[in-house]
């Protein structure tokens, strides 16, 4: 089984012959289209195939899907009522929701460790 790669998918402008374009970041020149997404995708995963089989047979290293690890992951964490009462007024304070106030902490934290 190959490695999940990471796509994206545009509106086509009527000057580009419209339909959609799906393309993979991390495969260059990996390109198709359709006239709706989901035949954009369809397209998309007959190139991807085809994409791969020829760097295969070329002797060419197949690239490892790096796109997917800049998405966003879900971290649940549990929280003493305490500490959440402190962060969502803190929050509150600041004008930002929880969630953002989270990851600017994280952030600020990482980036005293990294100096």
């Known amino acids: 089984m190959s490695p999940e790669y990471p796509f994206e998918i545009r509106p086509l402008s009527v000057e580009e012959g419209g339909g959609y374009l799906i393309q993979f970041p991390d495969l260059q020149g990996c390109i198709s289209d359709g006239e709706t997404p989901e ?8 190139a991807l195939e085809g994409w791969l089989e020829t760097r295969q047979e ?7 899907p790096y796109s997917a690890q800049n998405e966003p992951v879900k971290l ?14 803190q929050a509150r304070q600041e004008g930002v929701s929880l969630n953002t106030l989270l990851i600017m902490l994280l952030a600020q934290n990482s980036a005293r460790a990294s100096a």
């Open 58 to 64: 070329l002797g060419l290293p197949i690239p490892v």
């Open 76 to 89: 649940v964490a549990r929280l003493p009522r305490t500490l959440h009462s402190q962060l969502t007024a």
């Open 39 to 46: 035949e954009a995708v369809h397209n998309g995963m007959a």
